[in-house]
């Protein structure tokens, strides 16, 4: 709960907006006739009542906004792409002096790398050729790292089970409203399908996967079963061979770990089942930012080739890699500017203020790529240290309350997240582009499993029990 300052600057602050909100309909009531003015009263609100409460409500808030931000598709959409930054921007101050002021706030190396990370940004930004693009990414990233550094963390700080069983109910629902997009309405309302296997890969597959092997629920256990089967089904219509991966090694890790072989075996074979319905059910016909498949094409040419011919697996990546490497060779010392890139033939265009464009940016098939290219062999090292630091704890704790048989450890979905993300950035440009709301999620989730995985949370190994019913609270609470 807030404590008595922040009731008293809650209700100070919410008292100034009404009588702004008063004097403004007596002085300049056409304010309040037009749409920009009143979406962005509505917005200011939400905004208020998120920080309000932000131990549980901020982060669902920051989420949704940034997806939605994504959803080209969805009304208002426009709106989220500036309105996001001014959320991130809430958070990270409101965070960090929320996060301050308890009683057990704490850093370590992991944070002490982030902030060398975002250092190197923001110098990298003197060199590029949209200066003001760099720059503003490099702040972004900043504003990212410090979010996920103290407000993202306090939800971990109370109730460890509200805060997994909220994850999962919030990406429960995603799933149902993405089967009923893709299957039922055929709308594909996150874009490009490299963005739905990315959420089903990355999130969803390891997520569920794990509540299926952990539950000792029988009232559960169906709609477990249900949820983890739409999203590999989702993931192998997506065609998404990044996002197949890492859900691949995520589990495959944790089955070898626990040596559940026959769970593993079971899974495969599941697998397979679902991956013949997905071609099933990916349209013949070029339908826009849906997965297609040419008639005839042979299971190896849906998923290997996704349905091209058959001149290398990897074939699609390899003219972004080139050309990455090219300007990583002609610039490998400072880079070309975090998030920003130079390309032969490409003329200097107009900056975007809130998002990039393919005038400043453009698609590099790996995020390790896209970050060395970007601030260059001098500035990629505290990049590449945090990597190896999260990859390794994360593979660590695996092992480790896999032999102990502690599956059941709140902190092992955030490492299979983790170690799910991390393969899939080896093939997709989105690790550190923080306009990408699965890079604030990943992240934000990444410094959350720091203390999740604590040596303290290790010996004590609290163990989830999974939700019986929707009727559960949409958000956690703390003490």
Not at 234 to 248: D, K, N, P, T
Request: proline share 4%; hydrophobic share 55%.
């Amino acid at each position: 709960m807030p404590d008595h300052n922040t009731k008293l600057a809650g209700a100070v602050l919410v008292l100034a907006l009404a009588l702004l909100t008063t004097a403004t309909g007596l002085f300049r009531p056409g304010y309040l006739t037009s749409d920009s003015y009143l979406s962005g009263l509505i917005f200011l609100q939400l905004l208020i009542a998120a920080i309000w409460n932000f131990h549980t409500r901020f982060f669902p808030f920051l989420l949704v906004g940034f997806l939605w931000a994504g959803m080209g598709a969805l009304p208002f959409s426009g709106a989220w792409v500036s309105g996001r930054w001014l959320v991130l921007i809430a958070g990270a101050l409101a965070g960090c002096v929320v996060y301050m002021h308890h009683a057990h706030h704490r850093f370590d190396s992991f944070h002490l790398i982030a902030l060398f990370c975002s250092i190197a940004a923001v110098v990298s930004a003197v060199v590029s050729a949209f200066p003001k693009v760099a720059l503003l990414k490099a702040l972004s990233l900043l504003l990212l790292f410090l979010y996920a550094s103290t407000g993202a963390r306090l939800p971990a700080m109370g109730d460890l089970h509200k805060l997994l069983g909220s994850m999962i109910f919030w990406v429960e629902l995603l799933v149902y409203l993405s089967a009923a997009c893709y299957f039922i309405l055929h709308f594909p309302i996150f874009g490009n399908p490299n963005s739905l296997g990315a959420i089903m890969g990355v999130v969803a597959v390891p997520l569920f996967f794990w509540e299926m092997l952990t539950n000792r629920n029988p009232a559960r256990k169906p709609r477990t079963t249900l949820v983890f089967a739409l999203s590999l089904l989702l993931l192998f219509f997506s065609q998404a061979r990044a996002g197949i991966l890492g859900a691949i090694l995520a589990c495959a890790v944790v089955c070898l770990a626990a040596r559940s072989y026959r769970v593993l075996f079971h899974t495969c074979a599941g697998a397979l089942a679902l991956a013949v319905l997905a071609i099933l059910l990916v349209p013949s016909q070029a339908v826009e930012d849906m997965p297609t498949r040419r008639a005839g094409s042979s299971f190896a040419q849906v998923f290997l080739y996704k349905g091209k011919d058959e001149d290398g697996v990897l074939q699609s990546r390899k003219s972004a890699w080139n050309e990455t490497v090219d300007v990583i060779t002609a610039n490998p010392w400072f880079g070309s500017g975090f998030g920003t890139s130079v390309s032969k033939g490409r003329n200097q265009v107009a900056e975007g203020s809130f998002s990039s464009n393919s005038g400043n940016t453009r698609e590099h098939g790996d995020s390790y790529l896209a970050i060395l290219e970007g601030v260059g062999l001098l500035g990629v090292l505290p990049f590449l240290i945090l990597v190896l630091m999260f990859a390794t704890r994360a593979l660590k704790f695996l092992l480790r309350m896999g032999r102990r048989g502690r599956l059941t450890h709140v902190g092992v979905p955030f490492a299979m997240i983790l170690v799910s993300g991390f393969v899939h950035a080896l093939f997709e440009d989105w690790l550190f582009a923080v306009g990408y709301y699965l890079c604030v999620f990943f992240w934000s989730v990444g410094f959350i499993f720091l203390d999740v995985s604590s040596t303290e949370q290790q010996d004590e190994a609290p163990v989830f029990q999974p939700l019986t019913t929707m009727n559960h609270p949409v958000f956690l609470s703390t003490p």
